[in-house]
């Protein structure tokens, strides 16, 4: 069974621009959650989708957005694009995101803002 | 709400000692709780989970830990430590209820010496 899968691996940005990064869940899963990493802040949670609704959301600005499709793939958008948003973006998708179900992560993309 | 401290930023052992990472949770009733590595470039992978029953759990890479409700805390072990497991390791806490996401620890970095 293949794993998560997210695209691109690497972004390279400049301030003001926005971006699209996407999400591929385990096949089966329906939850898919998004993370931010950066050395100082260690994981942030962004939010969760199900079936196509964001069901939690975490504490970013609304320059941070997302969705997901009908075959359960994520997208998730950043806009206006500021330096502090560089970071390592992360996915995870599980059965149905309840709290017993282990969260599998894909490998991130790695978004530098210069 | 539930949350997770990892008292430990960075941890440096010998090749062949034996190696314990802290975690302790809230939780006001018994938590899922999860181990997780990140080796570099690279999301996070599952070493081991907890939901119930026997409170010591075995997970991959010789990985064990053990949930002790009594400290609130599911510390990570492993009697003699590889190069290989020079990583980043997260803990987890899930929630009974809802459909609550996963909250992580800040993680702790192992660095493995000869």
């Known amino acids: 069974k293949a794993g998560v899968t997210q695209t691109p691996r690497y972004l390279i940005k400049t301030r003001g621009q926005q971006v699209t990064l996407s999400c591929s869940p385990i096949s089966g899963h329906r939850s898919v959650s998004w993370y931010q990493q950066t050395p100082g802040q260690g994981l942030q949670f962004l939010f969760e989708?199900?079936?196509?609704?964001?069901?939690n959301k975490g504490n970013f600005p609304g320059r941070f957005s997302g969705r997901q499709f009908s075959n359960s793939r994520s997208e998730m958008n950043v806009s206006t694009l500021e330096l502090g948003d560089s970071a390592l973006y992360l996915c995870?998708?599980?059965?149905?995101?309840?709290?017993?179900?282990?969260?599998?992560f894909g490998d991130g993309t790695r978004l530098s803002i210069l | 709400a539930q949350s997770v401290t990892q008292p430990d930023i960075h941890i440096t052992v010998s090749e062949g000692a034996s190696l314990e990472l802290r975690c302790n949770y809230s939780?006001?009733?018994?938590?899922?709780l999860f181990w997780y590595v990140q080796s570099p470039g690279q999301g996070l992978q599952l070493l081991l989970k907890?939901?119930?029953?026997?409170?010591l759990v075995q997970g991959i890479k010789g990985f064990e830990a053990e949930f002790k409700r009594s400290q609130s805390s599911f510390n990570l072990r492993k009697p003699s430590v590889h190069w290989s497991d020079a990583a980043e390791y997260f803990c987890?806490?899930?929630?009974?209820?809802?459909?609550?996401?996963?909250?992580f620890g800040k993680g702790t970095r192992l660095s493995v010496i000869a």
């Open positions: 989708y199900f079936s196509e609704t964001q069901r």
């Open positions: 939780y006001g009733a018994t938590p899922y």
């Open positions: 995870a998708s599980s059965l149905a995101g309840d709290g017993n179900q282990p969260q599998h």
């Open positions: 907890y939901f119930s029953g026997d409170t």
């Open positions: 987890a806490v899930g929630a009974h209820s809802g459909n609550t996401p996963l909250v």
